[in-house]
């Protein structure tokens, strides 16, 4: 059990350095220019010379994507508990919902730029639109889904249906919730990164911008790196809520 949980922990970094380690072979072996295909000896030679730069432009990203996030989680449960509870609003709402979301975000920002200029609010709200879908259809599910015999009963006992939906749709939520705030904050940095490379003044998705119209691949990489250590952060930060708050959903894995 103990070697099986070790493995666990560290097959990630194996596999990771494992990557690397053929990456950097294979760009040496060839000969690939690093303006074309960095090897990851040079993205962290750019780490250390940009280490400044970089850290603001991850701090910026950072501040811009939770903005958005928040507003999405704020959003995306006001939606989905509305939704969920409601079968009318469920058949009203979603499938218009579900041809919103397929509108590809990159065609957005130049709209959001003539509505609210260079800087900021794009990226914010580029972040908030491409993150709330998520968190809303996970909400209306695991209300959705509340077993009918479960309410017949609850009923009986005489309780009304806001009871039913906040003393045990709710809970039954927190599982999917979590579950979409795990995909929808990976999904809030893309919509900020691309925000930025399209009408940012800063950034990682401007330095990224920047440093591709240069030719400085490694730098760009260095970017998407950083941009990459963040979500994983913030996914994980997610993960350790979720089984910190949500354990019983999750009992049945405790043996594994």
Known sequence: MKVTKNFERF??????????LIWQIGVMLFKVPDFIFPAPWAIAKEFVEFKGPLL??????????????????????????????????????????????????????????V???????????????????????????????????????LRVLGAKRWDVLMKVGLPRCMPYFFGSLKIAITLAFVGTVLAEMTAGDSGIGALIQTAGSQQRLPLAFAGLVTISIMA?????????????????????????
């Not at 097959?11 to 690397?20: D, E, N």
């Not at 800087?119 to 968190?135: M, R």
């Open 56 to 113: 603001e432009a991850a701090w910026r990203t950072l501040w811009v994507t939770l903005l958005g996030f928040a507003l999405a989680i704020f959003v995306g449960v006001l939606l989905g508990f509305l939704i969920g509870s409601s079968r009318m609003a469920y058949a009203a709402l979603y499938p218009l919902m579900v041809g919103f979301n397929a509108v590809p975000k990159a065609a957005i920002v130049p709209i959001l730029v």
């Open 232 to 256: 994983m952060v913030m996914y994980e930060l997610f993960s350790f809520v979720e089984r910190h708050t949500t354990a019983w959903a999750h009992r049945g894995q405790a043996n594994h």
């Open 11 to 20: 097959a990630p970094l194996a596999v990771l350095a494992l990557t690397l």
């Open 115 to 153: 509505w609210f200029g260079i800087g900021l609010g794009p990226g914010i709200v580029t972040a908030f639109l491409i993150s709330f879908f998520p968190i809303t259809v996970n909400i209306a599910t695991g209300l959705a889904t509340l077993e009918p015999e479960l309410e017949d009963v």
